[in-house]
């Protein structure tokens, strides 16, 4: 399978390998599927606008869309772990407001 985002200068995402317009490439190593948490922004976020679940290619395709470093609250193999750190976040949020 082949993810070709539009505006991002030819760059191709294939299952097990990164292409650069410029001819260079990045093998991955597909280690399966996980779950990102990124901080809320505001009080009213709810569970899926924090909560995610990803994989190294569809990462690569985040941070090209504009995703941050800085965003991310954690990426956790098990989903119920994650589930709770991004209730926590979404709670901390909300008794701040």
Request: with cysteine; charged share 25%; aromatic share 10%.
């Amino acid at each position: 399978m082949k993810i070709t985002p539009h505006g991002f200068n030819g760059l191709e995402i294939d299952v097990g390998q990164i292409k650069y317009a410029q001819g260079g490439e990045i093998e991955i190593d597909e280690v399966g599927p996980f779950w990102v948490v990124t901080y809320p922004t505001s009080d009213i976020d709810k569970l899926n606008d924090i909560l995610f679940q990803s994989t190294i290619a569809s990462m690569c395709l985040q941070f090209l869309g504009g995703l941050k470093l800085r965003e991310i609250a954690g990426i956790y193999r098990e989903e119920n772990v994650a589930k709770q750190r991004a209730i926590d976040l979404m709670i901390g949020v909300r008794e701040s407001f």
